[in-house]
């Protein structure tokens, strides 16, 4: 199975797709995730996409296509992979199209006053990444791996902001690109976590049966 979720700054992307990815044994590949370790490990790649990142623009397709083709030949990826917050502009999707099939696109709608609220008020772990808002969960310590949370550097009001706008400007075409092929499917992510992935679910559950048929018919 080969996903992508789409949507904004501070949609759930990251939230749906740990649980989702979980649920089917599949990889989990956010680059904004890869990013962020190249950046703690000091890398050139880390440190050439920190000027981006922490001005809230996006790091050049060409470096972005480069890791995803790496990182999709590993063994974990093999029963397929969930992207999330990738691809970001037509160049990427484009060049997504030459090294992988895709089955299915997931759009998370939220309005855009939501992201604000939900951005100022994430929490990561410095552990193992998982995600939490302050709003559900009031420790500072991570429930899964006992690490201590910490505020995204990118999560800054301003930058925040300019991350809105560069989505608007750069991703949001994808959602005609990827309706255009038949792939999109959109979900009302201003609901609760919980809602949002029995929608999710929904959607994929179908999928595997799409999947399912068409592998006995090859047969
Ligand atoms: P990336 O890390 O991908 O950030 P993003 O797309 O801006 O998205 P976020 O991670 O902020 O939000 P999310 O949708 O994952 O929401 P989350 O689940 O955390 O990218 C960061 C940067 O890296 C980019 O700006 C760019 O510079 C660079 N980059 C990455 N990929 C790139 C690419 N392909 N090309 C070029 N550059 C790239 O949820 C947010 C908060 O809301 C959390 O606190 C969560 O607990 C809470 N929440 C989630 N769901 C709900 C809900 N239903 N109700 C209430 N609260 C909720
Ligand atoms: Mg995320």
Redesign the pocket.
């Known amino acids: 199975m080969k996903l992508i979720f789409l949507?904004?700054?501070?949609?759930?992307?990251?939230?749906?797709?740990e649980k989702i990815s979980e649920h089917y044994g599949i990889a989990h590949i956010?680059?904004?995730?890869m990013?962020?370790k190249e950046m703690r490990e000091g890398t050139p790649l880390g440190k050439a996409?920190k000027g981006?990142?922490d001005k809230?623009?996006?790091?050049?397709?060409e470096v972005?296509i480069g890791m995803v083709e790496n990182r999709i030949q590993a063994a974990d990826c093999q029963k397929g992979y969930l992207f999330?917050?990738?691809?970001?502009?037509i160049a990427?999707a484009d060049a997504l199209l030459s090294i992988s099939d895709i089955d299915m696109v997931v759009n998370?709608d939220v309005p855009a006053e939501r992201l604000v609220e939900?951005?100022g008020?994430?929490?990561m772990c410095a552990g193992c990444g998982a995600?939490?808002?302050v709003?559900?969960y009031s420790k500072d310590t991570c429930e899964k791996c006992g690490a201590k949370l910490f505020i995204?550097d990118?999560?800054k009001p301003e930058t925040v902001l300019n991350?809105i706008t560069?989505?608007e400007r750069q991703t949001q075409p994808l959602i005609d690109y990827y309706k255009a092929k038949g792939l999109l499917r959109t979900v009302d992510?201003?609901?609760?976590?919980e809602?949002?992935r029995t929608d999710i679910l929904a959607l994929t559950e179908k999928l595997v049966s799409r999947l399912r048929t068409r592998l006995t018919l090859k047969r």
Request: proline content about 9%; cysteine-free.
């Open positions: 949507g904004p700054p501070g949609a759930g992307k990251g939230t749906q797709a956010s680059t904004g995730d990013l962020r996409a981006f990142i809230g623009e996006l790091v050049p397709d972005i999330d917050g990738f691809p970001r502009t990427q998370i939900r951005i008020g994430r929490r995600g939490y808002h709003s559900m995204r990118d999560d991350r560069v989505y992510g201003d609901r609760t976590p809602t949002v």
